[in-house]
């Protein structure tokens, strides 16, 4: 779905990238949205969520040289938008259905892909 839109990007690292799938395929294979499969999520979510956020707000504050006060107030925005976001995502999720989960898992499989070869 998500090849037929225009889209942005932000990068992360191979081991988050895998560590992510293999998660992925875990949760998948055990197939139940019970309290251990809703932890593992939320926490991969939530560092997925971390490093778009440091992408989006910090690396372009980074690629202008920002001083120390700049980039200071800036993680404290993040720090603020993380911790909203965290309490959303811890309400939403402990209300899991095994179909659900599912659901998820397929999407964070599509919004993760591997690095273009050519690059």
């Known amino acids: 779905m998500l090849k037929q839109q ?3 990007v932000a990068p992360i690292p ?3 990238r895998t560590r ?3 998660t992925v395929n875990e949760l998948r294979q055990r197939g ?3 309290k251990d499969a809703i932890d593992t999520l939320y926490n991969l979510i939530v560092e997925l ?3 778009g956020l ?3 707000f910090l690396e372009p504050l980074r ?3 920002a001083g120390n006060m700049m980039m200071s107030m800036a ?3 993040i720090g603020s938008m993380l911790k909203g976001s965290k309490m959303v995502i811890h309400k939403v999720l402990k209300k899991l259905d095994d179909r659900s989960l599912a659901n998820i898992l397929d999407f964070i499989e599509e919004i993760i892909h591997e690095p273009d070869p050519a690059a």
């Open 75 to 77: 993680k404290m925005g």
């Open 14 to 16: 191979d081991e988050l």
């Open 32 to 34: 139940k949205a019970d």
């Open 20 to 22: 992510a799938l293999y």
């Open 54 to 56: 440091d992408f989006f």
């Open 49 to 51: 969520t971390e490093s």
């Open 6 to 8: 225009s889209h942005i």
């Open 63 to 65: 690629r202008l040289r």
